[in-house]
């Protein structure tokens, strides 16, 4: 089970700009415990996904993991999640030729499909992905909730042609993840008979992963869904407790919201000591920030990485403005490990590592930026992962999924919608010639008539 120590946020181990447990008496936190009990925003239905029948997927995964290939189409929480299991679950994936080291997953056939996730819309990814998997050998999975996305709209249309070009028959390659009921995707997938899987309505992107939106490219890589389920479970049942003080998720969300409160902590630093946990940290940062990002409300959210980041980042954490929290995320047990070799005895330079290990350094390095960081009075919040496997991603993927919600609703903002993004949408649906948005296109055309000061 994964640990979060919170002493780096009190003032007994950072002094003045820590938080003392008086100052969480201010926390309302029968109101949350009824929001979260009565739904109070549909979008809550997240809570639920650990419990949810997930044959379908499973049954599909299987049939994705039969291909040489996997592309997946999608932006947002569309695409991070699905990231971060790959990255953190089967680093290397399509650098690994068969047989794989042990503790890498194999899919059916050891590393295949080869995954390859475009959310963006650099055409030069795409001539690349297309340039490297042939579409013969590919299955596609298309994931847009809202079916309305133009970034994979656009991308599926080039890869709808790519197929028919090439008398590839779409029903057979495709795999869409939309709404269950509504939308462009649901419509072409009841038209043409497509495979799809539902994203349960009551869930918003940014926190579906484990629905069928992370958990099919899981399955198809072969990695047990069940297992996250399980991890968010454990974790569910912990999170949901109703004593602030004993509840992890209560306990990070007020006392990150705290420090920003009574010592204008405004940015929120994640920090795994892992390469593997690199795209999970982008994960956090959407989830962090588009949810928590209105009403002049919200956290910045910067990524870094142990140790790599202690050689150009940390010195800012250590002795910069006054204004980060420092998430760490250590890891117990890499599951791998190196010794450094008695070579270079006479030199005492070098010859201090010999004998020790690497899962030993990093493990040391983590823990002296912890303690440097308390000594200089600066807050920092710890979590111990036991082990990077799926039962522990799934601990995290929930445990920040509802410390983001319960955060939003500290705050009083509806912590699933992002109204911020709709109007650069608007712009774009307007300038590509979407009906309805016809005075979008005015204005964009007016804005880059203006002149604006351009050296
Ligand atoms: O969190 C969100 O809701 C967004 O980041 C969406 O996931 C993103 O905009 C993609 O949306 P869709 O899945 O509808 O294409």
């Not at 000591?273 to 588009?290: I, N, T």
């Not at 109007?423 to 203006?450: A, C, H, I, P, V």
Request: proline share 5%.
């Amino acid at each position: 089970m994964i640990n979060i120590n919170f002493s780096g946020l009190m003032q007994d181990s950072i002094g003045k700009n820590g938080l003392t447990m008086n100052d969480f008496n201010s926390i309302d936190i029968k109101k949350i415990n009824e929001s979260l009990m009565s739904r109070k925003y549909p979008e809550l239905e997240f809570l639920d996904l650990h419990k949810a029948d997930t044959s379908q997927i499973k049954e599909l995964g299987k049939y994705a993991g039969g291909f040489e290939n996997f592309i997946l189409l999608g932006i947002g929480g569309s695409a991070l999640g699905p990231r971060s299991i790959l990255e953190a679950l089967s680093p290397f994936h399509n650098l690994v030729i068969p047989p794989h080291p042990p503790f890498l997953k194999g899919g059916v056939g050891g590393l295949k499909p080869r995954v390859f996730i475009y959310d963006n819309v650099d055409p030069v990814t795409l001539k690349n992905i297309l340039g490297i998997a042939d579409l013969k050998n590919t299955v596609i999975n298309v994931i847009t909730k809202s079916g309305s996305t133009a970034e994979t709209i656009a991308s599926f249309m080039i890869i709808w042609q790519k197929l028919k070009e090439q008398s590839l028959k779409a029903e057979g390659h495709l795999i869409v993840t939309t709404d269950p009921e509504k939308g462009n995707l649901r419509k072409i997938v009841n038209d043409y008979g497509l495979r799809s899987l539902p994203v349960p309505q009551g869930v918003g992107g940014r926190y579906s992963v484990l629905s069928s939106v992370g958990l099919l490219l899981a399955e198809a890589i072969g990695i047990d869904s069940d297992e996250m389920l399980k991890g968010a479970k454990d974790i569910h049942d912990r999170c949901m407790n109703q004593d602030l003080r004993q509840n992890p998720a209560y306990m990070f969300a007020s006392g990150l919201y705290l420090t920003q409160q009574l010592k204008n902590r405004n940015i929120t630093v994640i920090m795994p000591y892992a390469d593997r946990l690199k795209s999970f940290s982008e994960w956090f940062c959407q989830l962090w920030a588009e949810s928590l990002g209105k009403e002049g409300r919200g956290f910045t959210p910067y990524p870094s990485v142990g140790t790599t980041d202690q050689h150009s980042q940390l010195q800012l954490w250590m002795e910069g403005p006054e204004d980060k929290v420092v998430v760490f995320l250590s890891v117990e047990d890499y599951g791998a490990d190196l010794e450094i070799p008695a070579v270079f005895q006479d030199m005492e330079g070098l010859s201090y590592l010999s004998g020790h290990t690497l899962g030993e350094l990093i493990k040391i390095e983590q823990e002296a930026s912890e303690i440097a960081l308390t000594k200089n009075g600066r807050p920092g919040i710890t979590i111990k992962i036991p082990k990077i496997d799926a039962y522990h991603l799934g601990q995290l993927f929930h445990f920040f999924e509802i410390s983001t919600a319960v955060t939003g609703l500290l705050y009083g903002i509806n912590p699933f919608n992002q109204p911020g993004v709709e109007e650069g949408k608007n712009l774009t649906y307007g300038m590509m010639g979407k009906k309805g948005y016809e005075d979008r296109k005015k204005e964009f055309e007016s804005y880059r008539q203006r002149n604006p000061l351009s050296l």
